[in-house]
């Protein structure tokens, strides 16, 4: 919000609306922040208001369908045009500024998130019934009818591996989601990382596929540039699973290089394992 609002200036009137006291309030904004020495006050240089009544709240917020905080509303044209977490609100804004944002594919796009939480609330019921009860049957039955929508979906596949895999020790079926998980991510480092850590991590693996473990795990290098500490780190763990010590030590280095704050003395630990087994 402050750095959005220095962004748009007076094109953008930005509000933080609280159902607390007006007293309260005050004193929060005297409060000093966590930016140098400023106070609260000093640094959200937009209108903090306070809905100590709740009219707003029931007019906006909950005719909305909210219920978490913070909730953030773009309002144009005298019309609500986005609604969502303010982390995700740079991209709309941007369009409804320059004139570019659709009502209608918003709508369209809310609905289709709407439909998705309800899939993924269902297939949360779902697995934690079978974890409590034992019968994974009904679960993957579901996993695979989601499958039969979108055979491209990665969040499932990754869970019916992982259930299949872990839970009911179907390494074919198991292995077949996790590969056509896997070439859904080649481009993405962040996820391929998730699917080599797994691997080369979690007790309840019994096939680590360490050869196919590494690959993942280089290809999520080479595409971080070999810049991201803990990506690093997780192909340094590859090489040590497959007994390769000299190259888990020499990967580990470059982790402890790029890291930074507590991050750094977590991997400089382990890097200290990996010396500590050195013939």
């Known amino acids: 919000m402050q750095e959005l609002s220095k962004k748009y200036g007076k094109k953008v009137t930005f509000v933080a609306l609280s159902d607390e006291s007006v007293e ?35 007019a906006i917020f909950r005719a909305a369908g909210q219920r978490g905080i913070p909730s953030s509303f773009i309002i144009a044209d005298g019309k609500v045009q986005w609604i969502g977490h303010p982390m995700r609100m740079d991209e709309p804004l941007a369009k409804v500024v320059a004139g570019e944002w659709s009502i209608e594919a918003a709508k369209a796009e809310a609905e289709k998130a709407k439909v998705r939480r309800a899939k993924m609330n269902e297939l949360r019921q779902a697995l934690m019934k079978a974890s409590q009860e034992g019968e994974w049957e009904p679960a993957v039955a579901l996993l695979d009818k989601f499958l039969a929508e979108d055979p491209e979906d990665a969040e499932i596949l990754r869970v019916k591996w992982q259930v299949l895999c872990f839970e009911l020790e179907d390494e074919k079926g198991g292995f077949e989601a996790l590969d056509k ?25 019994k096939n680590r596929r360490l050869d196919f473990a590494l690959r993942v795990a280089e290809r999520a290098v080479e595409l971080s540039m070999g810049e991201d500490a803990s990506i690093l780190d997780t192909l340094a763990r590859a090489h040590y699973e497959r007994g390769e010590l000299n190259k888990a030590i020499e990967v580990q280095k470059k982790a402890v290089k790029k890291a930074e704050g507590p991050m750094k003395e977590d991997l400089q630990r382990v890097l200290d394992k990996y010396l500590g087994e050195k013939p």
């Open 181 to 205: 998980l896997t070439e859904l991510s080649w481009d993405s480092p962040s996820a391929l990382n998730e699917i080599a850590w797994t691997l080369v991590d979690d007790a309840r693996v």
């Open 24 to 58: 309260k309030i005050e004193e929060f904004l005297g409060q000093k922040s966590r930016f140098g020495d400023q106070t609260w006050g000093e640094a959200m240089p937009y209108t903090v208001a306070t809905d100590s009544d709740g009219s707003v709240k029931e």
